[in-house]
């Protein structure tokens, strides 16, 4: 079955680049997704990519996507305490159509 | 963008008793919703698929006499955890879309005494 992995935890300086990694196995998915959840809230979509692309950038946000490893990896430039969270990768499988997490990274931002 | 509110957003109550958890859209129809359980220190698990106007499609795993969902109308779905236990007690957050993109509701904290 699908199965999607994160490392659980990432502690980064203030202002440094955080770089957040994910495998999956599911060889049909189709989109892949980052999102972010604050203490006690609920989950934010940060940003997506779809499976034939390589590299997504939206501002702060670098998405690279492996497709021949399985490997996703989020980069936040000049990384701020505001961005202290837990980051979800997650995918949907073409097969499934569902939409599996990771694991999550907590991610300690520290001055 | 579309909105999806989940309420309440907490709630404890006494082992035994049923509690219901509402998850609407608000400016979107929603002919699917999503019911994710989160366990502390893990991930959010995929409980079942609401479906408007028939009955859900449960994880494996999951308990369905448990956990009913009713998905009566194309903005509106319930959680109901019914004859709760502590061990009951978790993160439920639901969610709408498809492939273009979920929003999430904002989740509900149970708590079972």
């Known amino acids: 079955g699908e199965d999607v992995e994160q490392s659980l935890f990432l502690s980064v300086r203030e202002g440094d680049s955080s770089v957040i990694n994910c495998t999956y196995t599911?060889?049909?998915?189709?989109?892949l997704y980052w999102y972010k959840q604050e203490p006690g809230a609920g989950l934010q979509l940060l940003t997506y990519i779809f499976s034939n692309m390589d590299m997504k950038q939206d501002q702060r946000l670098t998405v690279l996507l492996n497709k021949k490893d399985k490997h996703l990896s989020l980069r936040i430039a000049d990384t701020q305490t505001g961005d202290s969270a837990i980051y979800f990768c997650a995918e949907i499988s073409y097969n499934t159509d569902k939409l599996i997490f990771g694991t999550g990274t907590r991610l300690q931002v520290f001055p | 963008g579309a909105v999806v509110s989940q309420h309440p957003s907490r709630v404890i109550c006494k082992s035994g008793t049923s509690v219901k958890i509402e998850c609407r859209s608000l400016d979107f129809q929603a002919t699917t919703m999503f019911w994710y359980r989160q366990f502390p220190k893990k991930s959010l698990m995929l409980m079942a698929t609401s479906n408007e106007g028939s009955k859900a499609t449960y994880e494996q795993g999951v308990e369905k006499d448990k956990f009913l969902i009713n998905h009566a109308s194309l903005t509106l779905s319930t959680l109901t955890v019914t004859s709760a236990h502590p061990e009951d007690s978790s993160f439920y957050i639901c969610?709408?879309?498809?492939?273009?993109?979920?929003?999430f509701g904002s989740g509900t904290r149970l708590t079972v005494v």
């Open positions: 969610s709408a879309g498809d492939r273009d993109g979920y929003t």
């Open positions: 599911d060889s049909s998915s189709t989109y």
